[in-house]
């Protein structure tokens, strides 16, 4: 049996735009920018010989049916060989699912990775996200988490498109913030990405708040116009603006996971336990969870 392990930080989204009508999926994508967190998804990949082509997806130990990411990865890289061969993938996902966390495009580049280790298809890094960054496109799951999984750190993605194809850049001292964050629920993104009326709403402002923080990307301006843009997007939900409405008034700078029932801060970390505290007032049962923000890149472990 061979196995390969794969590690992405997790990754909230301030702002973007949307850039997703070149014919060719590749140049797809968005312009945005976000923050990785050192929680984030380890995809583990175990191959052995088998009679027959085989696979099974599981995510947090559970056996998954629909896992269309993963499957739409699968479908395009176990072709790839001709031996057949049984594929067991373990998804670990320590973030929220389906919040905004980026855990589909961490779990996408990880497999992808993982895959082109352990079946020698010896596909590039670059070669290998593409894949990665093509089924998040395709599934309608994602449009830039691939690409964040390549940068790390508080990056602001200022050309649109797969690896090797979009441009960023980085904050470079990441490594002294870390990010405050208080988890309600989970948004539909593939509904977000396919409504009109949000489609438009989107791109009415992130593309101008994109081209701002690529000439000054820092913590401060982030914050501003990820708060900006979550009020144009106009998602927030009662107990977000409750949230919202409670830092403001102690003036921390809070707004919402793209796209997620979550609250969250960029904050310098000797910093982060006092916006912990303010968030903690407006929690309803739930609890506030710092993590550093996580300066590396997705990574083989």
């Known amino acids: 049996m061979k196995t390969a392990t794969a590690y992405a930080p997790g990754h909230l989204t301030g702002c973007f735009e949307i850039c997703d009508t070149a014919l060719d999926p590749v140049m797809r994508g968005s312009r945005g920018a976000g923050v990785s967190i050192t929680q984030g998804v380890y995809t583990k ?13 599981k995510i947090n130990r559970e056996l998954q049916r629909d896992a269309i990411v993963s499957e739409n990865i699968i479908s395009k890289m176990l072709p790839m060989t001709k031996k057949p061969l049984r594929v067991v ?120 708040f994109v081209d701002r923080l690529s000439k000054d990307l820092n913590p401060d301006l982030f914050m501003q116009l990820a708060r900006k843009f979550t009020e144009n997007v106009g998602l927030v939900t009662p107990r977000l603006r409750q949230v919202l409405d409670g830092a403001d008034k102690k003036g921390i700078p809070v707004a919402m996971a793209m796209f997620g029932e979550v609250a969250f801060s960029l904050t310098p970390s000797g910093e982060a336990k006092t916006v912990a505290k303010v968030f903690s007032k407006h929690a309803q049962g739930q609890k506030p969870v710092i993590v550093q923000v996580d300066d590396q890149a997705v990574r083989m472990i």
């Open 45 to 57: 990949v175990s191959v052995e010989p088998s009679f027959q082509m085989e696979h099974a997806v």
């Open 89 to 208: 993938v373990e998804h670990t996902v320590e973030t929220p699912l389906g919040a905004g966390f980026g855990s589909s495009g961490g779990g996408a580049i990880t497999l992808a990775l993982t895959l082109n280790e352990t079946l020698d298809l010896g596909l590039s890094f670059i070669e290998a996200a593409r894949i990665a960054h093509i089924a998040e496109i395709e599934c309608k799951t994602g449009l830039g988490t691939v690409f964040a999984a390549t940068v790390g750190g508080l990056g602001c993605l200022f050309k649109a498109g797969g690896p090797g194809i979009g441009m960023a850049i980085k904050y470079p001292r990441s490594k002294e913030l870390s990010v405050v964050y208080l988890h309600f629920g989970p948004i539909s993104t593939s509904r977000i990405l396919t409504d009109p009326v949000m489609r438009a709403r989107i791109n009415e402002v992130g593309g101008g």
